[in-house]
């Protein structure tokens, strides 16, 4: 059993045991690394809470999109709506122009299609 001597300022404070003397180092040097690793935990929740606010500000972001986007769709179907009920009514003129005695009004319609196709092809050539 070994006994070590403390020594302060040239002067030996007491004697404790060599066991002892190591168990205090030791607990010296296990807090120390504690307190380490705690500023490093401290650190790494920082930068944490950092990336979180910065994921909620881009998940606020995409909601606001998303909501315009909405906006944008209903638009379109309603201008889709309007589009399919004057589509409706032409085929009802259409369809009842078909149906009259008048054999005249089918060449001229068939002559109109023809003349749009013809025009739509110069336009693209």
Sequence with gaps: ???????????????????????????NAGAAYETY????????IGLLAGKVSQLKQLSID???EIRTDLKQ??????????????????MMRLGRMVNSKDGCHMLYLALFVVAVFLFIYKMAR
Excluded: C, Y
Excluded at 7 to 26: G, Y
């Design 1 to 27: 059993f070994f006994i070590a001597v403390v020594w302060t300022r040239n002067k030996a404070v007491s004697k404790l045991p060599a066991a002892m003397v190591e168990r205090n180092r030791r607990t």
């Design 73 to 90: 769709l209903d638009g379109i179907d309603s201008t889709f709506d309007s589009a399919g009920s004057a589509l409706k009514g032409t």
């Design 37 to 44: 690793i705690e500023e490093q935990n401290d650190a790494h």
């Design 62 to 64: 995409i909601q606001g």
